[in-house]
């Protein structure tokens, strides 16, 4: 299997006129839907085309017993004003949806935001793709940096919404249909899921449907290659992950990295769950690859989400993949986020609100400290406070360090994504457990090895997040384990030491190697950079860190680091 690639936009003519002189792109085929509406998917994209119906589904889809859909056939009473809403709730998967109606043509994108899909505005047209330089081929667009956007991802790295850091280009949300002429709206949102009437209430329950979905959404995604390469660290959630494929028999390489550092090395645990499992195991070294800070990872993508310290790992995996002629990639990312990682009181608050104050508020409060080392004392004055101020909404962190005067101008950035919009009845839990869906999506993407080989994120699975947002978020914590519910549905499939591992690897140590490397470097990088020319850096306070005699301290160098993985974007693009 390749990556899906997709491109489409309506013809200046209508229908049974002349056609207009539309430019053509290598390595794509045309889909025939209408005469107006040119449909281009790449070669090896999977396609499926209702003629009937004029509609074509782009990717990978399954339905909800997780078999492949082989055919797509719309029945006439889902021709409805909102028929993405009709397909999300019978497929998932990896897939846009094109759909042309007389004179207008509708994309839907599917919820999981694994199927990317661009829009950019040319000559009065709207053109859509699954690959922004393609898109810019095909619309004669040219890309041009949005500084605004580039300040507000300066301020909020980890937050994502439909801007994109190249004026004129936006993304397609994910579970959003799109009418060509313009116009869109959601067709699948979170909190449909994540109401305190559709809530789990029994834990068995709730671990028992994890677990038959984690496996369902595995297994699917294991049938449609011939060898996988999995990256296994022996945390929870890749473990998890090659359990479930392991359970749907594909042949499969798990590949763990040594940072270097002892709070890097996770090859005990990962060979404890590949040995568990059958699963061959390599082992590889991240120190024995260059780092090149001045190149992006993210170059081929519309915003600057690479981090530098993968380009070792992503070397790594497509080294593993090539000698084991493998097609496709699974990782577990995601999995602190779908499995609710929260460590606030927002469990808290939703117990009381679900509850009222009692027995189980205060077993809650208990697990809270528990899993986050507070005081008993301190968590009841946070709670109080929180509950008093009235806000339930999600709190999106900024941070301002090492920025210039010129970045810092005006108000703080507006955080505006459809899904932090609480509607009537959210709790601040559920809000939380939100923002954490939407802070993924920019960890998805900006690697190397997704250009050649599809890289699956199986714990991002549409039904999979539908049935973590019923999980009320008091559950996720209880006993004082993070993601409880995950660890008491996997109990008889993993080893205990990996159920009760409380420790995460980090790439910290890493990534101050790499710092230490190319101090010089960095400084020169930044100083001669579009980020210094635009003043948005605060280049004296950079040059006392970087300068700084003796081993590494703080977190400032971390910052540095992505200061340049932005400027590096920038210069890709410039």
Request: proline share 5%.
């Amino acid at each position: 299997m390749t990556p899906a690639r997709f491109l489409c936009w309506r013809a200046t003519q209508d229908a049974g006129s002349a056609p207009d002189n539309d430019p053509t792109i290598h390595g794509y085929r045309t889909v025939v839907l209408d005469g107006a509406c040119r449909l281009l998917v790449g070669e090896g994209t999977s396609c499926l085309v209702d003629t009937e119906r004029r509609t074509a589904l782009v990717g990978v889809a399954f339905d909800r017993e997780g078999r492949r859909v082989e055919r797509l056939d719309i029945p006439a009473d889902a021709d409805g004003a909102d028929i993405g809403r009709w397909l999300f709730a019978r497929f998932w998967g990896s897939f846009v949806v094109v759909r042309t109606t007389g004179h207008a043509t509708t994309i839907m994108r599917d919820p999981s935001a694994t199927m990317p899909c661009y829009v950019v505005r040319s000559n009065g047209r709207l053109f859509a793709g699954s690959h922004v330089r393609d898109v810019a081929t095909i619309s004669r667009y040219s890309p041009s940096i949005d500084w605004n956007f580039v300040v507000r991802h300066l301020r909020a790295i980890q937050y994502r919404d439909a801007a994109t850091a190249l004026a004129g280009v936006s993304e397609l949300l994910p579970g959003w249909s799109l009418d060509l002429e313009g116009t869109s709206h959601p067709s699948w949102t979170p909190w449909r899921f994540a109401r305190r009437d559709r809530f789990m209430r029994d834990r068995s329950t709730a671990a028992d449907a994890l677990r038959q979905t984690v496996l369902l959404v595995t297994r699917a995604w294991a049938s449609q290659f011939r060898h996988g390469v999995i990256s296994l660290s022996g945390g929870l959630d890749s473990s998890l992950l090659a359990a479930g494929l392991a359970a749907g028999d594909l042949p499969c390489t798990a590949v763990t990295l040594l940072s270097g550092t002892a709070s890097g090395d996770e090859q005990r645990y990962a060979g404890t769950v590949a040995a568990h499992l059958g699963i061959p195991l390599e082992v590889r070294r991240l120190l024995d690859t260059t780092i090149d800070i001045t190149a992006s990872d993210a170059a081929h993508l519309p915003r600057p989400t690479a981090r530098m310290f993968w380009q070792g790992a992503d070397r790594i995996l497509r080294d593993v993949a090539a000698s084991r002629d493998a097609d496709g990639h699974f990782h577990g990312g995601g999995g602190d986020n779908v499995f609710c990682f929260l460590q606030s009181v927002a469990p808290i608050l939703d117990r009381i609100e679900i509850e009222g104050l009692g027995r189980n508020a205060w077993a809650t409060l208990r697990d809270i400290c528990t899993l986050t080392g507070s005081d008993v004392g301190a968590a009841v004055m946070r709670t109080m406070r929180r509950r008093l101020s009235g806000r339930r909404s999600y709190r999106w962190a900024v941070d301002d360090s090492l920025l210039g005067a010129r970045a810092l101008e005006g108000q703080p950035p507006a955080f505006t994504h459809p899904w932090l919009v609480m509607p009537a009845g959210g709790l601040a839990g559920s809000a939380a457990h939100i923002a954490l869906l939407l802070a993924i999506q920019n960890y998805l993407e900006g690697y190397r090895r997704e250009l050649t080989v599809p890289v699956i994120a199986p714990l991002l699975a549409q039904p999979l997040v539908e049935l973590c947002l019923r999980i009320p978020s008091w559950m996720w914590c209880h006993g004082g384990r993070n993601r409880s519910i995950a660890r008491d549905a996997f109990a008889d499939l993993l080893p205990r030491e990996i159920l009760a591992r409380r420790s995460k690897g980090t790439p910290d140590g890493y990534s101050m190697a790499i710092y230490e490397g190319h101090r010089a470097q960095i400084r020169e990088f930044l100083h001669e950079g579009a980020l210094a020319r635009e003043r948005l850096l605060d280049l004296p306070a950079i040059d006392r860190i970087v300068t700084q005699e003796g081993p590494v301290r703080g977190h400032g160098y971390a910052r540095i680091l992505s200061l340049c993985d932005v400027e590096a974007w920038l210069r890709s693009w410039l």
